[in-house]
């Protein structure tokens, strides 16, 4: 295996089918789980299980307040509402892509590191 190769693995062990779980359910819940899961299992969990799971919530939360921020446009008329429709239509695209292709990472083991993700918790 090359270096590449193994820098792209991770190992989630036993965390791996609730990593897939939580991911999952960011689909239809968005921040609710993760954040839940989070901070229940941080001390508990694998260092790279954790280290995932981190950047679930900080791209969840990179939503959310992106969310707030065109409720707050929204109330510009005609304009506003456009930019709102729009803006909430491609997060939930976004959000329904990035976590597909995270669920199927995180699966197979290989390490997925969130785009468009603001650090909120480190």
């Not at 819940?29 to 899961?37: K, M």
């Not at 919530?57 to 510009?76: D, K, M, S, W």
């Amino acid at each position: 295996m090359s270096n590449e190769e193994i820098k792209k693995t991770a190992d989630y062990g036993k965390d791996r089918n609730t990593l897939v779980l939580v991911t999952l359910s960011g689909i239809i819940l968005g921040l609710l789980v993760p954040l839940i899961v989070w901070a229940i299992n941080k001390d508990k969990m694998q260092l790279e299980a954790k280290k995932y799971l981190t950047n679930l919530v900080n791209f969840e939360l990179t939503l959310f307040v992106t969310g707030l921020a065109l409720i707050l446009i929204n109330i510009i008329p005609v304009l506003g509402q456009i930019i709102y429709i729009l803006g909430g239509t491609l997060i939930c695209i976004i959000n329904l892509i990035v976590l597909i292709i995270a669920v199927v990472k995180v699966s197979g083991n290989s390490e997925y590191k969130f785009p468009l993700t603001y650090q909120f918790l480190k």
